[in-house]
């Protein structure tokens, strides 16, 4: 890989991704609203295109040859957005806008990845080829976009990649997923409460998640559909465990004191057997080395 264009750039896994792709000596555009933004968040490294813009309109008539769009731009993942009916809509039409987009550019692959949140009822390990069942408007949104995707891809003559992205965690994750939430409660001395945190998770940190998606750009079977992952599941107590012993084993764990929502226990494993045969990814990073990384970055940020 040469040459790649990737839109969301300067979101969490975005950014991660872009200097993945640095680091790998590819060269990068990334398509943004905000150029400014971007442009410092890369030191220059890469070209920032402002969607809509001149530029955007003038990349048509490049020469380059693109070897891989990647569209993660996503609008509304946090909890309060996820029902919002219109802006979950709006990221169906963008994504296909980026899918025609990238066959007007010639690109040689167009790669797009989903979520867990597709599964959310699953009680098992994922079959990431099964029925999805979505519990909220993001993950029906993202299954929607799959088949869309995936149909005018063929129609387009355009080699496609739908990629489901586990639970994410590292540094500069903003949300309040549980393992911030427990990071950050314990770091400030308090208790995190939980339900009983049984169901069997996978977690993996975002350094090994870009490193995956640059595998599936350089290597990956066109046309597949591919799981990230860590392979590595275990119940999330034992993950929020984890993160307080390293913090300190003295502190309490509120798990058991908020009500279950539901009498089944609903897990979220990701198989990775299909992309480690074809791209010869194995996760490196485990997760006691990944959540030292993050709480360190937590501690760094509470000492600014």
Not at 128 to 138: C, E, G, S
Request: charged residues 25%.
């Amino acid at each position: 890989m040469k040459y790649a264009v990737v839109t969301g750039g300067t979101g969490f896994i975005g950014s991660w991704l872009v200097r993945e792709l640095l680091k790998n000596n590819v060269e990068v555009t990334v398509l943004v609203r905000n150029t400014v933004k971007a442009s410092e968040l890369f030191e220059g490294r890469v070209r920032t295109v402002a969607i809509h813009s001149t530029e955007y309109d003038e990349l048509l008539n490049d020469n380059k040859q693109i070897d891989v769009f990647y569209h993660l731009a996503w609008e509304g993942v946090a909890p309060e957005k996820k029902n919002d009916r219109e802006v979950q809509i709006r990221n169906i039409d963008l994504a296909m806008e980026m899918l025609e987009y990238a066959s007007k550019l010639h690109a040689k692959r167009f790669i797009a990845t989903g979520t867990v949140a597709e599964y959310s009822f699953c009680e098992d390990v994922m079959d990431i080829n099964a029925k999805q069942t979505p519990n909220d408007l993001y993950g029906a949104a993202k299954t929607a976009t799959h088949y869309m995707l995936e149909t005018w891809a063929r129609q387009l003559d355009m080699p496609f990649n739908w990629v489901v992205i586990p639970s994410t965690y590292g540094e500069g994750r903003r949300d309040n997923n549980i393992l911030t939430y427990t990071i950050r409660k314990l770091l400030s001395g308090e208790k995190p409460s939980y339900g009983f945190l049984t169901q069997m998770w996978d977690f993996l940190y975002v350094g090994e998640v870009v490193r995956a998606l640059y595998l599936i750009g350089e290597k990956g079977l066109y046309e597949k559909t591919y799981g990230i992952g860590s392979g590595d599941y275990r119940p999330l107590k034992e993950y929020v465990s984890i993160i307080r012993d390293i913090i300190d084993p003295d502190l309490e764990l509120g798990i058991g004191e908020i009500p279950s929502l539901s009498a089944k226990v609903f897990s979220s494993c990701v198989p990775i057997h299909e992309l480690s045969k074809d791209t010869g990814f194995i996760p490196q990073i485990g997760f006691e080395e990944g959540i030292r990384r993050t709480i360190e970055y937590y501690k760094e940020e509470n000492e600014r």
